[in-house]
């Protein structure tokens, strides 16, 4: 298997524990009268995936692999419908220790953030995409202006200008003359940015409309959700940290679907 790990022990860790679980689902797959032609290949390809995943983020080789053979093991039974064998103990993980994947836009996130998301993403063994993360200011004013007669409906589907009509009815006149520097500026002068969008301090992200709706559910039981539109006018799930569950409990993944 091709991997980014190049430390010649973890990759004796990571191939015996990828041998041992192609092993076990094949025996098991004999045992259903299920196929065993492709278990190897699959298992391979996804075992490698994760684990480089896992090294990027300096997690030891033998927490990961354990924690990999799980994953693999739960969707490739799924996949060649392969009766599941006796659930494991369930070994202690380290709460500094996180699996999953986080991609997109996620430079400058929140720590809490990006946290639950891996944890979630590890849950359902599905990398999570970041839509939209943080924006600078300039990106945000000037989302603000490109998007201003559309679906932000002239500033008033913003939460921070609805509470602020004043500034809002001034920002309307100058769109409506079409003049962008005094626009930028009226903003730049007058608008708390952080209470704009939360976007600017990396308070927030965006996932797509179309994320899977059991990871939006789960997200949504540490995270505060919205639908709706961006200021950038994409359709999407909105996620913000202002009621963040971290570190998650037991009793808030019990809310999470199994996948």
């Known amino acids: 298997m091709d991997t ?4 010649s022990a973890d990759l004796a860790i990571r191939d ?5 679980l192609i092993v076990r689902l094949e025996e098991e797959a004999a045992a259903s009268d299920a196929e065993t032609s492709e278990i ?8 490698a995936r ?8 300096n997690e030891p080789a ?18 060649f419908s392969i009766s599941s064998e006796p659930a ?4 202690p993980v380290p709460e500094t220790v996180f699996t999953g994947q986080v991609a997109g836009k996620t430079s400058g996130i929140d720590r809490k953030i990006l946290n639950i998301l891996t944890e979630v993403s590890a849950h359902f063994g599905e990398p999570i995409t970041i839509l939209s993360g943080q924006r600078s200011k300039p990106q945000q004013v000037q989302a603000l202006y490109t998007n201003w007669q559309s679906h932000l409906r002239r500033g008033k589907d913003n939460a921070y200008l609805a509470k602020n009509e004043k500034l809002r009815e001034q920002l309307d006149i100058l769109k409506q003359e079409k003049n962008k520097e005094k626009f930028v500026a009226l903003l730049n002068k007058s608008a708390d940015f952080s209470s704009l969008s939360r976007h600017i301090d990396g308070n927030e992200v965006d996932l797509a409309a179309n994320a899977d709706p059991d990871i939006v559910a789960a997200l949504a039981t540490c995270l505060n959700h919205s639908a709706g539109r961006n200021s950038e006018g994409a359709r999407c799930h909105h996620f913000d940290n202002s009621k963040a569950v971290w570190p998650i409990t037991e009793s808030t993944r019990a809310k999470w679907k199994t996948p």
């Not at 033998?62 to 996949?79: C, D, L, T, W």
């Open 16 to 20: 015996s524990a990828c041998d041992d």
């Open 62 to 79: 033998e927490v990961a692999s354990a924690k990999i053979s799980k994953m693999v093991g739960k969707q490739a039974r799924k996949k």
């Open 50 to 57: 994760y684990f480089d995943a896992s090294q990027k983020k």
């Open 40 to 47: 190897a290949p699959f298992v391979k390809e996804l075992f």
């Open 4 to 7: 980014a790990a190049d430390n």
């Open 88 to 91: 494991p103990t369930p070994e």
